[in-house]
């Protein structure tokens, strides 16, 4: 899709919906509407930004920007995560291909940012910017007979550039340069980094031919995507997406590329998102895996148990991309996003129980099987023990699916442990794990009785947020999805949770959230996905296309939230949550037509 638009920055900042994403697997960078790329982790996601304008208008950045001014035309290459913009002033037009690159066997052992400049008509004159910021510790300068080099910390990085730009080096931190593209021109800048590595440094050629080569690589994968009903271009677009969220390393799922950015505009539920939660990477296997990309499924589900089974005796919400713990929470001296603040790194989410997690585990596993895969005798282990725990547990108040600091008897949180046991007695019934499927079953049954005895409001005609509550959950339409619809409770419930949370196609996490954050993609998801597994899939269809439409003023990188009275994007991204979600939705319409 061909994006076309004026970007502003407003006291320094663009909009969070005027960014794309380039990743290679490892790290990624956002790449704002103006050319400048204002956030980047390198050489992992969760390393320290090396570009932090996202946190500080005058922060770290990347910048490549037109000296007149000037509109794009912004789009990524069809089936492939490769960006490309045009930019178009009174004098000419060019355009910037850039990729985090990749080689011929993956992943590459050093970060790659390429960025190619063509003179398309006309004349464009670009100014180059480059001041990676200094969070990792000093900076040093050096120039070797090879390349010019900045130690950034523990980082080795170089600049490299074709002869006729003119570069200044004005200080250890700021290198800038102009360059004017005429028509049939053509070149290419790129920064590389390595980490407590020896650097290497290729010819500017093969880091411009890796940007094609890159985006055959994306192609590939895309390949494989099996899905070609109606939403065929939103559901490619959205697996691209997620799939720079899978840490290839190790294949954990981080949550979100960025920390730190606003659920409300001088809010201060500023948290880190570059981790990897139990939730989050099980919702993400499911929909990859009905997406077709087995590859990344395995290996996060691989990540999952191992990491679940090094971390005795009981299962945390969250950990790090290398499946340790988190760190501490923390403040960053910084203004933040639009001036709001604290922005934090490090998640206090370790700390904090959320049961629904043995449901989004045990029906991963279930949903492994029933495709035809084989669960392996260390996992089945691993996952009767956690049906065991769930057992013991699920009477137990937690933080549930919002990780609130009011510990409560969560109903969503109730669900996923019912979810848990029945999925536990069916993988046993079938084979696939040992343990007492009738004694699951059983203690399932008592859980449910337990929801409905204690969890149902007949002043809402609903189940609410946790009981002895009059308050609504939206994440409650995720249970649709479950099997937990009886006597029409889960039909009424959505009828509550629309007319009370929802704005048009776009809904609240919960009751009063509208007072404190944006609608949560998700959340807005889960409707459709609730509309088509309760038997409505026209309508659910209506919905999905209303909500494209809301999600459109962007470049396929979904937020967390959107401020339904402005379109603007909230907090971090790209958000997995939201576009696996989004995934589920699709899937959900074709799955019961």
């Given at each position: 899709?061909?994006?076309?638009?004026?970007?502003?920055?407003?006291?320094?900042?663009?909009?969070?919906?005027?960014?794309?994403?380039?990743?290679?697997?490892?790290?990624?960078?956002?790449?704002?509407?103006?050319?400048?790329?204002?956030?980047?982790?390198?050489?992992?996601?969760?390393?320290?930004?090396?570009?932090?304008?996202?946190?500080?208008?005058?922060?770290?950045?990347?910048?490549?920007?037109?000296?007149?001014?000037?509109?794009?035309?912004?789009?990524?290459?069809?089936?492939?995560?490769?960006?490309?913009?045009?930019?178009?002033?009174?004098?000419?037009?060019?355009?910037?291909?850039?990729?985090?690159?990749?080689?011929?066997?993956?992943?590459?052992?050093?970060?790659?940012?390429?960025?190619?400049?063509?003179?398309?008509?006309?004349?464009?004159?670009?100014?180059?910017?480059?001041?990676?910021?200094?969070?990792?510790?000093?900076?040093?300068?050096?120039?070797?007979?090879?390349?010019?080099?900045?130690?950034?910390?523990?980082?080795?990085?170089?600049?490299?550039?074709?002869?006729?730009?003119?570069?200044?080096?004005?200080?250890?931190?700021?290198?800038?340069?102009?360059?004017?593209?005429?028509?049939?021109?053509?070149?290419?800048?790129?920064?590389?980094?390595?980490?407590?590595?020896?650097?290497?440094?290729?010819?500017?050629?093969?880091?411009?031919?890796?940007?094609?080569?890159?985006?055959?690589?994306?192609?590939?994968?895309?390949?494989?995507?099996?899905?070609?009903?109606?939403?065929?271009?939103?559901?490619?677009?959205?697996?691209?997406?997620?799939?720079?969220?899978?840490?290839?390393?190790?294949?954990?799922?981080?949550?979100?590329?960025?920390?730190?950015?606003?659920?409300?505009?001088?809010?201060?539920?500023?948290?880190?998102?570059?981790?990897?939660?139990?939730?989050?990477?099980?919702?993400?296997?499911?929909?990859?895996?009905?997406?077709?990309?087995?590859?990344?499924?395995?290996?996060?589900?691989?990540?999952?148990?191992?990491?679940?089974?090094k971390d005795e005796p009981r299962p945390k919400v969250?950990?790090?991309?290398?499946?340790?713990?988190?760190?501490?929470?923390?403040?960053?001296?910084?203004?933040?996003?639009?001036?709001?603040?604290?922005?934090?790194?490090?998640?206090?989410?370790?700390?904090?129980?959320?049961?629904?997690?043995?449901?989004?585990?045990?029906?991963?596993?279930?949903?492994?099987?029933?495709?035809?895969?084989?669960?392996?005798?260390?996992?089945?282990?691993?996952?009767?023990?956690?049906?065991?725990?769930?057992?013991?547990?699920?009477?137990?108040?937690?933080?549930?699916?919002?990780?609130?600091?009011?510990?409560?008897?969560?109903?969503?949180?109730?669900?996923?442990?019912?979810?848990?046991?029945?999925?536990?007695?069916?993988?046993?019934?079938?084979?696939?794990?040992?343990?007492?499927?009738?004694?699951?079953?059983?203690?399932?049954?008592?859980?449910?009785?337990?929801?409905?005895?204690?969890?149902?409001?007949?002043?809402?005609?609903?189940?609410?947020?946790?009981?002895?509550?009059?308050?609504?959950?939206?994440?409650?339409?995720?249970?649709?999805?479950?099997?937990?619809?009886?006597?029409?409770?889960?039909?009424?419930?959505?009828?509550?949770?629309?007319?009370?949370?929802?704005?048009?196609?776009?809904?609240?996490?919960?009751?009063?959230?509208?007072?404190?954050?944006?609608?949560?993609?998700?959340c807005s998801c889960w409707l459709v996905e609730a509309?088509?597994?309760?038997?409505?899939?026209?309508?659910?269809?209506?919905?999905?296309?209303?909500?494209?439409?809301?999600?459109?003023?962007?470049?396929?990188?979904?937020?967390?939230?959107?401020?339904?009275?402005?379109?603007?994007?909230?907090?971090?991204?790209?958000?997995?949550?939201?576009?696996?979600?989004?995934?589920?939705?699709?899937?959900?319409?074709?799955?019961?037509?």
């Amino acid at each position: 899709m061909l994006t076309s638009l004026i970007p502003k920055r407003s006291h320094g900042f663009l909009p969070l919906e005027h960014y794309a994403a380039i990743g290679d697997g490892r790290s990624l960078a956002l790449v704002g509407a103006d050319g400048s790329i204002d956030w980047w982790c390198a050489p992992d996601m969760d390393s320290p930004p090396l570009f932090n304008r996202l946190h500080d208008a005058s922060g770290g950045r990347f910048s490549i920007t037109p000296r007149e001014p000037f509109h794009i035309e912004r789009r990524y290459r069809e089936s492939s995560n490769v960006l490309e913009t045009v930019f178009i002033t009174a004098t000419g037009t060019a355009r910037i291909t850039e990729s985090l690159n990749s080689g011929v066997a993956g992943r590459l052992p050093w970060c790659e940012l390429a960025r190619r400049i063509e003179g398309l008509s006309g004349h464009v004159a670009f100014d180059i910017r480059l001041t990676p910021i200094c969070a990792r510790g000093s900076v040093r300068r050096i120039d070797h007979s090879n390349a010019a080099v900045r130690y950034i910390g523990d980082l080795v990085t170089t600049f490299c550039h074709e002869p006729e730009i003119e570069i200044t080096e004005d200080e250890d931190t700021l290198t800038t340069a102009r360059w004017t593209a005429h028509a049939g021109d053509e070149t290419c800048v790129a920064l590389l980094v390595s980490d407590q590595a020896p650097l290497a440094i290729p010819t500017l050629c093969e880091v411009n031919a890796r940007i094609d080569l890159s985006d055959q690589e994306w192609r590939r994968w895309t390949e494989q995507l099996t899905y070609d009903g109606v939403f065929a271009a939103d559901l490619k677009r959205c697996a691209l997406s997620l799939k720079f969220l899978v840490f290839s390393k190790t294949g954990a799922i981080a949550a979100a590329a960025t920390s730190g950015l606003p659920e409300r505009i001088g809010g201060d539920k500023n948290y880190d998102y570059r981790y990897a939660w139990i939730r989050d990477a099980a919702y993400t296997i499911k929909a990859l895996l009905r997406a077709g990309a087995l590859q990344e499924s395995i290996g996060a589900f691989g990540w999952l148990v191992r990491t679940l089974g090094k971390d005795e005796p009981r299962p945390k919400v969250v950990y790090t991309l290398a499946g340790k713990e988190v760190p501490d929470e923390s403040i960053i001296d910084v203004p933040g996003y639009k001036g709001s603040s604290p922005v934090r790194t490090g998640n206090r989410a370790k700390e904090q129980i959320q049961l629904s997690c043995y449901g989004d585990i045990l029906e991963t596993a279930s949903l492994f099987a029933q495709m035809g895969h084989v669960i392996d005798p260390h996992a089945a282990k691993l996952l009767a023990r956690l049906a065991d725990q769930c057992t013991e547990r699920w009477k137990i108040k937690d933080s549930g699916i919002w990780e609130l600091e009011d510990e409560q008897h969560y109903t969503f949180s109730k669900i996923g442990c019912w979810l848990a046991l029945s999925k536990a007695a069916q993988l046993a019934r079938d084979g696939h794990i040992a343990g007492d499927a009738d004694g699951w079953e059983l203690e399932s049954e008592r859980v449910k009785q337990w929801i409905d005895e204690n969890c149902w409001s007949e002043q809402m005609q609903s189940y609410t947020f946790y009981a002895g509550s009059q308050k609504l959950d939206a994440s409650l339409l995720l249970t649709t999805r479950f099997g937990f619809e009886h006597d029409e409770r889960l039909s009424r419930t959505l009828v509550a949770i629309e007319r009370n949370l929802a704005v048009g196609p776009l809904v609240y996490r919960y009751t009063d959230a509208d007072k404190e954050e944006g609608a949560f993609v998700a959340c807005s998801c889960w409707l459709v996905e609730a509309y088509a597994f309760l038997g409505q899939v026209d309508q659910a269809e209506v919905l999905l296309k209303a909500l494209l439409g809301k999600l459109g003023n962007n470049f396929g990188i979904l937020t967390e939230q959107i401020d339904p009275a402005t379109g603007e994007g909230l907090g971090n991204l790209p958000q997995g949550l939201s576009h696996l979600a989004l995934l589920h939705a699709i899937f959900s319409i074709e799955e019961n037509r």
